[in-house]
């Protein structure tokens, strides 16, 4: 299959001995009930092969609707898949799955949800600080709070379950460079969007943050800063967009040619979404397309 010819958003790219996998939220079945997450692998970010199912919805599954955003990291010898899910009168949240090879299959790992109970929260990413504590990043979103927030919880260290309560890193409307809000039908007032977080380290150890919200243009990457390069810093929102129109739910990776990537859905339009992949580069410890 092609780029052009795979409807899916969020999509994330492991990549394991020589070959891409990707991973994402099937398009079709986003906004309802949705059953599982499928794989994509190949060689040259253009021609892959499946879709593979990774992870189906075992009988008796906690959540009966949503399956969103995938992410894959090796960690100590494991494959872990973050993903969200939601259901009927529950809260959406992330848990953790795992397998022993990147096609899986996954099962569930961590003891249910990793996000807080009573949260509303999705995107959860794995992270890792430079003393090996290993975190959560995930959304705390703004169907339930109006202004989303970024949130970080550490884990256990066999990432079975939280650790402590979770901190919150930066709200939605601090963009104040481009950040939109919205009107919406079931809340008053205006709502700023909350998506997709994703950790990157520069060279220099810079810690960056990509995440996406709605500016002029639809919907974005954007970047933030941590003043102490850890998770635990004060964060600081870039006024330039690493990508401004109508894409987002972004993270990057280091292809097989050794050059950086940043792969994101667009159009984020209903059943139009693709993978698209641009090369960025590292410059004045930022990035850009």
Not at 56 to 81: D, I, L, R, S, T
Not at 136 to 160: N, R
Not at 226 to 247: E, H, P
Not at 268 to 282: H, T
């Amino acid at each position: 299959m092609k780029n052009s010819e795979i409807n899916i958003r969020d999509p994330f790219v492991l990549v394991h001995e020589g070959r891409y996998y990707m991973y994402g939220t099937r398009a079709e079945t986003c906004w309802g009930e949705a059953t599982g997450f499928d794989c994509y692998v190949g060689t040259n970010l253009e021609d892959w092969e499946g879709p593979f199912e990774v992870f189906h919805k075992p009988e008796g599954f906690w959540a009966n609707k949503n399956c969103w955003a995938p992410e894959v990291h090796y960690y100590k010898g494991g494959f872990y898949m973050f993903a969200t899910f939601k259901g009927d009168g529950i809260f959406g949240g992330t848990q953790i799955l795992k397998a022993d090879n990147p096609l899986g299959p996954f099962v569930e790992h961590s003891q249910g949800k990793a996000t807080p109970e009573d949260w509303e929260c999705i995107d959860g990413t794995f992270y890792v600080s430079p003393e090996g504590k290993p975190y959560m990043v995930f959304v705390h979103e703004w169907v339930q709070i109006s202004d989303g927030t970024i949130c970080y919880v550490e884990l256990s260290e066999d990432l079975t379950h939280a650790v402590g309560e979770p901190v919150t890193m930066f709200a939605a409307s601090e963009a104040t460079g481009w950040v939109i809000g919205h009107e919406s039908k079931n809340r008053p007032g205006k709502h700023y969007v909350t998506d997709g977080p994703f950790m990157y380290r520069t060279k220099s150890g810079r810690l960056i943050l990509l995440w996406s919200s709605f500016g002029k243009e639809g919907y974005t990457e954007a970047l933030a800063y941590s003043d102490n390069n850890d998770i635990t810093g004060k964060w600081s929102q870039d006024d330039r967009l690493l990508f401004s129109k109508d894409g987002g739910h972004g993270m990057i990776f280091t292809g097989l040619n050794g050059k950086l990537y940043l792969t994101l859905h667009s159009p984020n339009k209903k059943l139009e979404e693709r993978p698209v992949f641009y090369e960025i580069r590292e410059e004045n410890d930022t990035l850009y397309v």
